[in-house]
Nanobody, 119 residues
Framework: QVQLVESGGGLVQAGGSLRLSCAAS????????MGWFRQAPGKEREFVAR????????YYADSVKGRFTISRDNAKNTVYLQMNSLKPEDTAVYYC????????????WGQGTQVTVSS
């Protein structure tokens, strides 16, 4: 039904910036809440940011607030994560996900894109 593909990851020095993209495809007629998550080596997956279907409401984890910005372009079926002032602790595999309207859980996930921040 839904396919999510992340891109834009890479290697960047501390203090640098990256913009991740998540392209959605499949039989999705309307926009849903989308989220970004990340998982560092040896750690559990953690929430990073989410954005409402309209794009008017956003929410961020305290660890990234003020540095990261989530946005979406519904005409392009794409959600973005602009990451500024990157820190080594931001190193992780970043995943985008789509939230289900009924349960509130994230039912669809991308394959992930690696972000590595060197000191």
């Amino acid at each position: 039904q839904v396919q999510l593909v992340e891109s834009g990851g890479g290697l960047v020095q501390a203090g640098g910036s990256l913009r991740l993209s998540c392209a959605a495809s499949g039989r999705t007629g309307s926009s849903y809440t989308m989220g970004w998550f990340r998982q560092a080596p040896g750690k559990e997956r953690e929430f990073v940011a989410r954005i409402s279907g309209s794009g008017l409401s956003t929410y961020y984890a305290d660890s990234v607030k003020g540095r990261f910005t989530i946005s979406r372009d519904n005409a392009k079926n794409t959600v973005y994560l602009q990451m500024n002032s990157l820190k080594p602790e931001d190193t992780a595999v970043y995943y985008c996900a789509q939230q289900g309207a009924t349960t509130g859980a994230y039912d669809y996930w991308g394959q992930g894109t690696q972000v590595t921040v060197s000191s």
